[in-house]
């Protein structure tokens, strides 16, 4: 008897070879789960931004009265303008986890070069997709968010205000700013995808990096049924953590700010951004010199694009590197505590401490990280030799 | 566990203390700690009578005794430690007392009666110069009023419609779907009206402030004199929960400002509960149907976790339970 196999027909098999039978290290741990997790993100982000889009106006004078019409008079309207609110915040917080986990276990490294940097191509589109989707309700941050964070091109040299005016399409944040945001930020995430795309097909070229970091070939599982199964726990623990948020604490996350209307003629008292962009954010407020501070933010990006390359172990994961499993944490308490920075006052002590945690933020990568490897593989040698 | 209650005893004691200050009788700071030692909810109850709330007011009685003396017991402590103004309290407004809300819980919906007895304050005492913008009269129907009491309401007003089949425009008596009326025609007459303030719009000023809930109700109490060497302004008011102490709105609530139509007696703290609560549920009139489609989703959704779990240890038994023989010899 022939078996009549679905799953053998052209395009069904790619899906197949990907998603069902996909050979995957059978010791991966929950913490590689939030690949799969961030795409449900994605997912969940398009799929409620179609809808709001169909009630939402990108006009100076209509986008909050639009924002305020869905959460009261669109049948379930709060309940998708809270779930893509917060869902935004979700989306960084798996991705900063994904990206974590990846930092400790060494899963830039080579082969898998390209599926990092195509990683990192997604964190700065969902950065910039994010911050213009902050300013389409149309607040006070929202305003004054869009003000500032465009105005950072203004410190490019020579051309820095003709670049400033082609960003707003005028001579302020207006309401061709207001409506270029509105159509990026449509176009924006289907990029996304499609990068994900792109960052799925890297990655399965040499498979999943493994908790040990050494090759997994001896011990592969299909994808389905297990790590299906397996993930499946981690996207319903997700959806629990989400939709406390979207339930119970709604605006945490939020500015209050951003529920009074726009005013151009009054600055809020303390201008902050998302809680995710928070680190950068101190970063570049740790530097006096307005081009030096937007070139840091640069720089950031660049080390984190370089990574794969300036990375010198042999060994991946830090189970086996004890001195790196310590930078690594410290490095974590770093972000962290640049976060918070990033939303205190310029005042002492917060610059000094800024200023401190923003200099160990590039030490660890720049510094800790090429040289970390040739120690270790001193020490090893050494001791090979005793 | 205790230490939580001391606080909010504390904290309660401020307020009794606050409300002393602004002269009020002590009885009118009492009703406010019957509103909040008494976790009591209602839901539902749209169209209160105003034997219920009255019903419910005596039996909290007991509540606010207790609560009364913890918070006299407590005042003491709290007059020593909390009204030290640093510099940074100047500047963002003096930190704001922690109140316990009826509708705080998870599994709390809003004080329906409170909704009703505050939109009777926002009436005839905030209407007069702020508006409230997102909010139509049809809002109200089920969670305030009944249909009819809010038809009989928007009559009230006369609204400009139009244009007719004649290209006139004409006034007409207004309706469920009308917005309610602002007391100013833009933001150039309320500013002329008012010296140069605006008084903003209040649909959103809940979710628009810091901890906004307990904002409100404590910058409504919050007015006192000045203290020696602070120099407030002719048409500004002393009122340290509002950022930079000095605020253009002058005290409005005074004991007995209002007549509530259930008979509830209408202390200066009973009122700015009142329209706290109105004004919370203006901003998120969504608070009810969220917290309840919130548990049962929550609850559907740790049903379906223990179901995940489950399955993924039986599908991983397999493999969890394998014997890996590694055989060099051969």
Same mark, same amino acid.
């Given at each position: %008897?022939?078996?009549?196999?679905?799953?053998?027909?052209?395009?069904?098999?790619?899906?197949?070879?990907?998603?069902?039978?996909?050979? $995957?290290?059978?010791?991966?741990?929950?913490?590689?789960?939030?690949?799969?997790?961030?795409?449900?993100?994605?997912?969940?982000?398009?799929?409620?931004?179609?809808?709001?889009?169909?009630?939402?106006?990108?006009?100076?004078?209509?986008?909050?009265?639009?924002?305020?019409?869905?959460?009261?008079?669109?049948?379930? *309207?709060?309940?998708?303008?809270? %779930?893509?609110?917060?869902?935004?915040?979700?989306?960084?917080?798996?991705?900063?986890?994904?990206?974590?986990?990846? /930092?400790?276990? *060494?899963?830039?490294?080579?082969?898998?070069?390209?599926?990092?940097? =195509?990683?990192?191509?997604?964190? /700065?589109?969902?950065?910039?997709?994010?911050?213009? *989707?902050?300013?389409?309700?149309? *607040?006070?941050?929202?305003?004054?968010?869009?003000?500032?964070? $465009?105005?950072?091109?203004?410190?490019?040299?020579?051309?820095?205000?003709?670049?400033?005016?082609?960003?707003?399409?005028?001579?302020?944040?207006?309401?061709? $700013?207001?409506?270029?945001?509105? #159509?990026?930020?449509?176009?924006?995430?289907?990029?996304?995808?499609?990068?994900?795309?792109?960052?799925?097909?890297? =990655?399965?070229?040499?498979? #999943?990096?493994?908790?040990?970091?050494?090759?997994?070939?001896?011990?592969?599982?299909?994808?389905?049924?297990?790590?299906?199964?397996?993930?499946?726990?981690?996207?319903?623990?997700?959806? =629990?953590?989400?939709?406390?948020?979207?339930?119970?604490?709604?605006?945490?996350?939020?500015?209050?700010?951003?529920?009074?209307?726009?005013?151009?003629? #009054?600055?809020?008292?303390?201008?902050?951004?998302?809680?995710?962009? =928070?680190?950068?954010?101190?970063?570049?407020?740790?530097?006096?010199?307005?081009?030096?501070?937007?070139?840091?933010?640069?720089?950031?990006?660049?080390? /984190?694009?370089?990574?794969?390359?300036?990375?010198?172990?042999?060994?991946?994961?830090?189970?086996?590197?004890?001195?790196?499993?310590?930078?690594?944490?410290?490095?974590?308490?770093?972000?962290?505590?640049?976060?918070?920075?990033?939303?205190?006052?310029?005042?002492?002590?917060?610059?000094?401490?800024?200023?401190?945690?923003?200099?160990?933020?590039?030490?660890?990568?720049?510094?800790?990280?090429?040289? /970390?490897?040739?120690?270790?593989?001193?020490?090893?040698?050494?001791?090979?030799?005793? | 566990?205790?230490?939580?209650?001391?606080?909010?005893?504390?904290?309660?004691?401020?307020?009794?203390?606050?409300?002393?200050?602004?002269?009020?009788?002590?009885?009118?700071?009492?009703?406010?700690?019957?509103?909040?030692?008494?976790?009591?909810?209602? &839901? @539902?109850?749209?169209?209160?009578?105003?034997?219920?709330?009255?019903?419910?007011?005596?039996?909290?009685?007991? @509540?606010?005794?207790?609560?009364?003396?913890?918070?006299?017991?407590?005042?003491?402590?709290?007059?020593?430690?909390?009204?030290?103004?640093?510099? +940074?309290?100047?500047?963002?407004?003096?930190?704001?007392?922690?109140?316990?809300?009826?509708?705080? @819980?998870?599994?709390?919906?809003?004080?329906?009666?409170?909704?009703?007895?505050?939109?009777?304050?926002?009436?005839? !005492?905030?209407?007069?110069?702020?508006?409230?913008?997102?909010?139509?009269?049809?809002?109200?129907?089920?969670?305030?009023?009944?249909?009819?009491?809010?038809?009989?309401?928007?009559?009230?007003?006369?609204?400009?419609?139009?244009?007719? +089949?004649?290209?006139?425009?004409?006034?007409?008596?207004?309706?469920?779907?009308?917005?309610?009326?602002?007391?100013?025609?833009?933001?150039?007459?309320?500013?002329?009206?008012?010296?140069?303030?605006?008084?903003?719009?209040?649909?959103?000023?809940?979710?628009?402030?810091?901890?906004?809930?307990?904002? !409100?109700?404590?910058?409504?109490?919050?007015?006192? +004199?000045?203290?020696?060497?602070?120099?407030?302004?002719? @048409?500004?008011?002393?009122?340290?929960?509002?950022?930079?102490?000095?605020?253009?709105?002058?005290?409005?609530?005074?004991?007995?400002?209002?007549?509530?139509?259930?008979?509830?007696?209408?202390?200066? &703290?009973?009122?700015?509960?009142?329209? &706290?609560?109105?004004?919370?549920?203006?901003?998120?009139?969504?608070?009810? +149907?969220?917290?309840?489609?919130?548990?049962?989703?929550?609850?559907?959704?740790?049903?379906?976790? !223990?179901?995940?779990?489950?399955?993924?240890?039986?599908?991983?038994?397999?493999?969890?339970?394998?014997?890996?023989? !590694?055989?060099?010899?051969?």
């Amino acid at each position: %008897m022939k078996r009549l196999s679905l799953l053998k027909q052209p395009l069904l098999n790619t899906v197949n070879e990907h998603l069902i039978d996909y050979p $995957t290290p059978s010791n991966l741990s929950y913490w590689w789960g939030f690949g799969s997790t961030a795409g449900i993100c994605l997912v969940l982000q398009i799929l409620t931004g179609i809808f709001l889009a169909m009630h939402y106006t990108p006009h100076i004078d209509l986008a909050f009265l639009s924002v305020e019409h869905i959460m009261r008079d669109v049948e379930g *309207g709060w309940f998708l303008r809270y %779930m893509h609110a917060n869902g935004a915040s979700m989306f960084f917080i798996v991705v900063y986890l994904h990206l974590f986990r990846n /930092l400790y276990y *060494g899963s830039y490294a080579s082969p898998r070069e390209a599926v990092w940097i =195509l990683g990192v191509v997604i964190l /700065l589109l969902m950065i910039l997709t994010a911050f213009i *989707g902050y300013v389409l309700p149309w *607040g006070q941050m929202s305003f004054w968010g869009a003000t500032v964070i $465009t105005s950072l091109a203004s410190a490019i040299p020579v051309v820095g205000v003709d670049v400033t005016h082609w960003l707003w399409g005028g001579f302020s944040v207006d309401n061709a $700013t207001l409506n270029r945001f509105f #159509s990026l930020h449509y176009l924006l995430p289907f990029i996304i995808a499609g990068a994900s795309i792109l960052h799925l097909a890297a =990655l399965h070229q040499y498979g #999943s990096n493994n908790p040990l970091g050494c090759l997994a070939t001896v011990d592969k599982v299909s994808f389905y049924p297990y790590f299906f199964f397996k993930d499946l726990v981690g996207w319903v623990v997700f959806a =629990l953590f989400f939709s406390w948020f979207i339930f119970f604490a709604p605006n945490t996350l939020g500015h209050p700010d951003n529920y009074i209307p726009a005013n151009p003629m #009054s600055t809020p008292a303390h201008i902050v951004p998302e809680w995710y962009f =928070l680190p950068v954010y101190a970063i570049l407020r740790s530097i006096p010199n307005k081009l030096a501070g937007v070139l840091a933010i640069g720089l950031v990006f660049v080390s /984190l694009l370089l990574l794969p390359f300036l990375n010198t172990s042999p060994l991946r994961s830090a189970t086996f590197r004890p001195l790196y499993k310590k930078l690594f944490w410290l490095f974590v308490a770093d972000a962290l505590l640049l976060g918070w920075i990033g939303c205190q006052p310029v005042e002492d002590p917060y610059v000094l401490i800024g200023q401190l945690a923003s200099v160990y933020f590039f030490f660890y990568f720049l510094i800790a990280i090429p040289f /970390l490897g040739k120690f270790e593989t001193s020490l090893l040698q050494g001791s090979a030799r005793a | 566990m205790l230490s939580r209650a001391a606080k909010r005893a504390v904290l309660a004691a401020r307020s009794c203390v606050l409300a002393a200050e602004s002269s009020t009788s002590s009885l009118s700071s009492s009703s406010a700690s019957i509103s909040f030692f008494n976790r009591t909810i209602k &839901t @539902g109850a749209s169209s209160t009578s105003s034997s219920s709330s009255q019903a419910s007011s005596s039996n909290t009685n007991r @509540g606010y005794a207790a609560g009364a003396a913890l918070g006299s017991a407590l005042s003491v402590a709290a007059v020593s430690t909390t009204f030290v103004a640093s510099a +940074d309290e100047a500047e963002h407004g003096l930190h704001l007392p922690q109140y316990s809300w009826p509708h705080d @819980g998870l599994f709390d919906a809003y004080d329906h009666a409170s909704i009703r007895r505050g939109h009777q304050v926002y009436q005839q !005492v905030c209407a007069a110069c702020h508006s409230l913008n997102q909010i139509c009269y049809r809002n109200l129907v089920d969670v305030a009023y009944t249909e009819q009491e809010v038809k009989t309401m928007a009559e009230e007003i006369e609204i400009t419609d139009g244009p007719d +089949d004649t290209g006139e425009m004409f006034e007409r008596p207004g309706k469920l779907s009308d917005r309610l009326p602002s007391p100013y025609a833009n933001e150039e007459g309320a500013r002329y009206a008012n010296n140069g303030a605006y008084p903003p719009d209040l649909s959103l000023i809940t979710k628009a402030r810091h901890d906004g809930i307990n904002y !409100v109700f404590a910058l409504l109490l919050g007015y006192r +004199d000045a203290p020696a060497g602070i120099e407030i302004r002719d @048409g500004l008011y002393y009122n340290p929960y509002f950022p930079g102490g000095a605020i253009a709105m002058p005290k409005m609530l005074v004991d007995g400002g209002v007549e509530y139509d259930d008979g509830t007696i209408a202390t200066e &703290t009973q009122m700015a509960k009142d329209v &706290t609560t109105f004004l919370a549920w203006a901003a998120e009139p969504e608070h009810d +149907d969220r917290k309840l489609m919130g548990a049962k989703w929550m609850f559907a959704m740790a049903l379906l976790t !223990v179901t995940a779990v489950y399955q993924k240890r039986y599908i991983w038994s397999q493999l969890k339970s394998r014997r890996v023989i !590694v055989d060099a010899v051969r």
